[in-house]
């Protein structure tokens, strides 16, 4: 069964400066890699996603993830942080058989101070 | 273009009392239906997903249950709520599998519900 790991509950970073949340995966092969945003009280918003390619994936608003194998790791990053960044994100992994079975990460909540 | 509604937005409720949440997606067919719960300060946890009309697959033993009596409908139900089903649940969608792999999942504004 597949899992992901983020490490890092919270982060604060100061507006303009740059992002970077980690996340790790386990699974026995290269599985479909997803990041979402969840602003308070909302649903979740799909930011980008990884199937096949190029291995850096451009996303929404500005965020970008780089798949690296080795590491098994899909990191996300934005190089330069607005106050409207501040949410929770989360990891995500599905298998590619029962691609519907995506597995969450517990979340990283982005605090953005002036 | 695909929307989905969830409803109701928030909901309090006393311990043992039923709970009916509900779920529509609009604008495609067969879709891939599921129902997340997200506890406070936790990830989200995988409740239900049915890939058609009456076929559910229950992911955790729970208090809950889940029905798709339409293809675009989907409903939470519990018959007697409990304090530790608090939480906040998402409904979402993506497209069936034979339109392509690794679908996509897309969330609906989430209901929460507090159990008193």
């Known amino acids: 069964a597949q899992s992901v790991t983020q490490p890092d509950i919270h982060i604060t970073v100061s507006e303009g400066a740059s992002l970077e949340l980690r996340c790790n995966y386990s699974?026995?092969?290269?599985?479909?890699l997803f990041w979402y945003v969840q602003s308070p009280g909302q649903g979740l918003q799909l930011l980008l996603k990884?199937?096949?390619?190029?291995?850096l994936v451009q996303g929404i608003k500005g965020f970008e993830a780089e798949f690296k194998r080795s590491q098994s790791s899909f990191n996300l990053r934005k190089p330069s942080v607005h106050w409207s960044d501040a949410a929770e994100y989360f990891c995500a992994v599905g298998p590619r058989i029962n691609d519907y079975k995506l597995s969450f990460g517990a979340g990283t909540t982005v605090t953005v101070r002036a | 273009s695909q929307t989905i509604h969830q409803w109701p937005a928030t909901l309090v409720q006393p311990v043992g009392s039923p709970l009916s949440l509900e779920c529509t997606v609009e604008g495609t067919s067969n879709p891939n239906l599921y129902w997340y719960r997200q506890a406070a300060g936790r990830g989200l946890q995988l409740l239900f997903y049915s890939v058609g009309i009456g076929q559910i697959s229950s992911e955790v033993p729970q208090n809950l249950s889940a029905s798709r009596p339409q293809d675009r409908q989907f409903i939470l139900s519990s018959k007697k709520l409990l304090l530790s089903d608090s939480g906040f649940y998402l409904c979402?969608?993506?497209?069936?599998?034979?339109?392509?792999?690794?679908?996509?999942?897309?969330f609906g504004e989430g209901s929460w519900l507090t159990v008193v």
């Open positions: 979402a969608w993506s497209s069936p599998r034979e339109r392509g792999p690794g679908n996509t999942i897309y």
């Open positions: 699974y026995g092969a290269t599985p479909y």
């Open positions: 990884y199937f096949s390619g190029d291995t």
